[in-house]
């Protein structure tokens, strides 16, 4: 038996497995991809369709409809039986249909953002899809990357690993790249403990900090995570508070429906004398009417097209329930680099005591020149700040005209692969002809202490050998890059004129006033220092090695804004939306930039993380209220958190933004987390709610509308749903108050509810965002979908209006034929006892068939008016939504089948209409569309005048 991986020395871990400090060659790993399969694990077994299908047929509210039938059939109502179980069969249909939909619109979503992991084949670092890993392969690791195979470290610098998904184990525990004693280590019987093999690290787990260079050696099944997997990868779909709402709503309105129909069974038995079986059947096909069993997947599907939409407009949406989130936003906290700028930095300045250095060009192609002064000290100390730079970091440049190597998709000649800062140093020391690969070769790095954001520095110690630039009598040179100001506060001296000068108080004004010059330009600013030294230097902790540094200069890099942000800010607060900065870069460099893109006017109000650090939580919170456009710089991703909790504290709903791993928590106690798809890390990702696939905060802003829109389509929807519930319901009260026949029949009923309304209530589902979305403020948090505006324009104007045109409609056929109110009371209990003669019968079919399409007539108006709660149609444009239209004509084929069709015709007791029958109806529709255009005209001027008398400042 071979050896254990993790008692192997290096070499061997190479030979064992095939491979070389190189990585694989690209055939190589296509042989190894086709021998084990892709690194994936296979999907989770999911419940068989028909199995889901069947659960539609038995949940609660299909359960109560067959009782119902099999009460009616009972009770010798057998096509009203019948009815109801086809109500089932279409309902299940339907709900599942839409189910299923929604189901492959977020399934879809699952495949945008492919897990990835960064490789080496042939030497060149690339970025490949983490299915296409092999064993073999050469993996780096970073801060904040999820771990996609199983692997063996052979080289580490301070990496530290969150395992909590395989062992429960919540604390971060720390890896080391040397091979183990095979004794003792594992226990006989030999199960894997992560813990204890530290230099192993397997699928699933996360770095937590540092960083490291491994050799996978078992991918997708046979990971230790493959094991476990099926016990842990069904992710709970876990209902959104709308969903709550909406399922609240549905059973209070089953409950209404229900006293309606045991009402309706009272007064029909004791007022108007109809036999027990005749007031059963109305009852129950009250009931059944009013329950709006079709409401819940209707509102499923339509979050579930904004998930799409969404989408596409580059917001990857994690949680259906972020969407009600995002459409109540009223504050958003975004980061500055990469979200508002374009994370695409370039040297534009260098500067060295009392002097500074232009550098030209644009973005990461080394096309441009450092002006390098002519004097000699001056030169070798801008070299020495180049060469500081481009050693003391991580990222490397790829020149895509050379081979490609993975697959690394081009964005421009030059791409930069890791941090923007870093390579923009890299490119700056190319345009001085000092190529970083040549550098590294003649002082090789022994050692790093990795960047992090709260020391906001990072550190090298190299081999020097590049004696030309600086000669040093020591054996290690140390880099070390940063903030500015983090670096001059551990810096003793000064390179000037090639000279050690110490620092004294006028040295260090003179390098912070340097810095703000650049800062208040919005330029991002980073020090570099160095510190000669032997043996102490790899062997000093962190802390002290970092002390007593040489100060060597400042390089000043542009990133600039990206262009579609100052627009989406200026939406943002038109829509009554906050937007606070929050960032890890200076002050000064942070104002300038918000000023740039219209983020705060004037002088800005610039809270920095140190006095953030000093504030009461109820100070904290003053600031929060009285300043809309606020900069927090210098902060450290834990005090985000602060800032969300303390906004939240006061009643605002807000959307942060994050990327790296210590901004988890916050991303996660935000109402909406949302995380950088391109430059952020695993980590963030899956704590966010919402994922930027491009990283940009008008993609945020797009996101917000959309939110807002669905909001908005379901009330829409629900509006249109309610109104003609109204008109169903008349008939049968006037039934009871005016004692003539009901103006329609429950079979007809049912017809609109589950036939003809279905289609145009999905379209509306569906409406894009209204032009308006985005001017108006966002809605209170508490406030019920169902408030009591849509319930006074549904049950108060629009019912009531579609309910006198169909009863107008039914009074009229009478009338028609010579029966006026009197004499229609007078054959009323024939009628209902079906006594009646066929001719005055036939006369009863017609008027309620007139009755049904006059209220079909009515909802084809009511469509386009439900369209907007406020926007005139006309400015909306009738075929703006072309779902609409294919809603009215499966109105339509629906009613003429029941009117025309025989068969259908005796099940609906319906009868065919006369010309002039039908010319009776078609007023009607544009009657309520006008009044409804008239209705939304005074709303608009009213609200009008009410924001003309408000101050239009904020
Ligand atoms: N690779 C790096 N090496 C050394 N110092 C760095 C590096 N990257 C950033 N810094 C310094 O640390 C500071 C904080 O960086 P951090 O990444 O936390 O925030 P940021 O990118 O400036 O802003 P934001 O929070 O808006 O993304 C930067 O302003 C810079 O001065
Ligand atoms: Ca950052």
């Not at 062992?167 to 280590?185: F, K």
């Not at 038109?574 to 006017?601: C, E, P």
């Not at 019968?841 to 386009?864: E, P």
């Amino acid at each position: 038996m071979l050896p254990p991986i993790w008692s192997l020395e290096t070499e061997a871990v190479f030979s064992s497995l095939s491979s070389s400090p190189q990585g694989l060659a690209p055939q190589e790993v296509q042989q190894r991809l086709i021998e084990n399969g892709p690194n994936e694990l296979p999907d989770p077994p999911r419940r068989p369709l028909l199995l889901r299908f069947l659960d539609q047929l038995t949940h609660f509210m299909a359960l109560l409809l067959w009782v119902a039938g099999i009460l009616a059939f009972i009770s010798g109502a057998t096509e009203l039986g019948w009815a109801i179980w086809a109500v089932i069969w279409i309902n299940a249909l339907f709900s599942f249909s839409q189910e299923f939909q929604a189901e492959r619109a977020i399934a879809a979503l699952k495949n945008v953002l492919p897990a990835q992991a960064k490789v080496f084949r042939e030497g060149v670092l690339g970025i490949v899809p983490a299915r296409e890993l092999v064993p073999g392969d050469l993996i780096q690791l970073e801060e904040g990357d999820r771990i996609s195979a199983d692997a063996r470290l052979i080289s580490v610098q301070a990496l530290y690993v969150d395992t909590s998904i395989l062992t429960g184990e919540s604390l971060p525990v720390a890896r080391q790249a040397n091979p183990i004693a095979a004794q003792g280590t594992v226990p006989s019987g030999g199960k894997v403990q992560p813990a204890e093999l530290s230099n192993l690290v397997f699928a699933g787990s996360t770095v937590a900090a540092g960083r490291g260079l491994a050799v996978v050696y078992a991918t997708g099944n046979r990971t230790e995570f493959g094991h476990v997997a099926h016990l842990t990868t069904t992710v709970k779909r876990e209902p959104s508070t709308l969903e709550f709402q909406i399922s609240r709503i549905v059973r209070f309105i089953t409950g209404l429906a229900i006293s309606m129909g045991m009402l309706v069974f009272l007064l029909t038995q004791f007022l108007v004398g109809m036999d027990f079986q005749e007031s059963f059947v109305f009852a129950i096909g009250i009931i059944v009417a009013f329950v709006p069993e079709g409401l819940l997947p209707t509102v499923t599907l339509s979050l579930a097209i904004a998930v799409q939409r969404m989408a596409q407009r580059n917001a990857l949406v994690r949680r259906l329930s972020a969407v009600e989130s995002l459409s109540a936003t009223s504050v958003i906290c975004t980061d500055k680099t990469g979200t508002l700028t374009q994370n695409e930095m370039t040297v534009r300045s260098l500067w060295i005591p009392n002097q500074s250095i232009p550098v030209t060009g644009v973005g990461y192609s080394p096309v441009g020149q450092v002006d390098l002064p002519a004097d000699s000290h001056a030169q070798l100390q801008a070299k020495l700040l180049l060469v500081g730079g481009a050693l003391c970091s991580n990222a490397r440049l790829i020149h895509l005209t050379s081979p490609a190597q993975g697959k690394v998709k081009p964005i421009s000649d030059w791409q930069e692969v890791g941090d923007p800062t870093e390579a923009a140093l890299l490119v700056a020391a190319l345009k001085a002809g000092l190529e970083s690969e040549q550098l590294q070769q003649r002082s090789p790095r022994l050692r790093e202490v990795p960047f992090d954001s709260n020391r906001r520095m990072m550190t090298v110690v190299l081999d020097w050998n590049l004696a030309e630039l600086w000669p040093n009598e020591h054996a290690y040179l140390s880099f070390t890059k940063g903030s500015p100001l983090d670096v001059l506060n551990h810096c003793q001296w000064m390179l000037a004129a090639g000279q050690l000068v110490p620092l004294g108080e006028a040295e260090r004004t003179l390098i912070t006033q340097a810095n703000d010059h650049w800062a208040d330009q919005g330029f991002r600013v980073l020090g570099v220092a160095a510190r000669k030294g032997d043996r102490e230097l790899l062997d000093q902790p962190p802390e002290d090695l970092e002390q007593e540094l040489i100060f060597i200069g400042l390089t000043a890099m542009m990133d600039p804004p990206r262009p579609e942000v100052a627009e989406a800010i200026a939406h943002c607060h038109r829509a009554g939306i906050s937007v606070t900065m929050v960032t890890g870069d200076y002050g000064k460099t942070a104002a300038a930039i918000a000023n740039n893109i219209g983020l705060v006017q004037g002088k800005a109000r610039v809270v920095t993380g140190h006095e953030l650090s000093h504030l009461s939580d109820a100070q904290l919170r003053q600031i929060l209220h009285r300043w809309p456009g606020l900069i927090f710089a210098r902060v450290m991703p834990e005090q985000k958190l602060r800032i969300v909790e303390a906004y939240k504290s006061l009643g605002q709903v807000v959307a942060v933004t994050g990327d790296g791993v210590n901004d988890a928590p916050a991303l996660q106690a935000a109402n909406i987390g949302i995380a950088m798809g391109r430059n952020g890390t695993d980590v963030a990702r899956e704590a966010a709610d919402i994922v930027l696939l491009d990283d940009n905060f008008a993609s945020i802003v797009s996101a917000v509308e959309q939110g807002r829109s669905v909001y908005q389509n379901i009330r829409k929807f629900m509006t249109y749903i309610l109104a003609s519930n109204v008109a169903e319901i008349v008939p049968f009260l006037l039934m009871v108050i005016l004692k003539i026949p009901p103006a329609l029949v429950i079979l007809q009923i049912l017809a609109i509810d589950l036939g003809t309304d279905m289609v145009p209530a999905l379209a509306l589902g569906a409406e894009a965002a209204e032009p308006g979305t985005m001017n108006q403020p966002p809605r209170a948090k508490h406030k019920p979908l169902l408030d009591r505006s849509l319930l006074a324009r549904a049950y108060g104007f629009l019912g009531p209006l579609e309910a006198f045109a169909g009863m107008a409609v039914f009074l009229a056929v009478w009338q028609q034929q010579g029966y006026g109110l009197a004499d229609l009371q007078a054959i009323t209990p024939q009628i209902l006892q079906h006594q009646a003669d066929p001719q005055v019968l036939n006369i009863y079919h017609q008027a309620t068939t007139l009755t049904l399409a006059t209220i079909v007539a009515c909802q084809d108006g009511n469509v386009f008016a439900c369209r907007s709660e406020r926007r005139s149609i006309f400015r909306m444009g009738f075929f703006s939504n072309p779902l609409i239209w294919i809603g009215i004509v499966s109105e339509w084929t629906i009613i003429l089948a029941i009117i025309y069709l025989a068969p259908l015709e005796n099940i609906f007791g319906t009868a065919p209409l006369r010309l002039d029958q039908w010319g009776m109806l078609i007023m009607w529709p544009f009657l309520l569309l006008g009044l409804e255009e008239l209705r939304k005209f005074v709303f608009t001027r009213r609200a009008a005048g009410e924001i003309n008398s408000r101050n239009p400042v904020r």
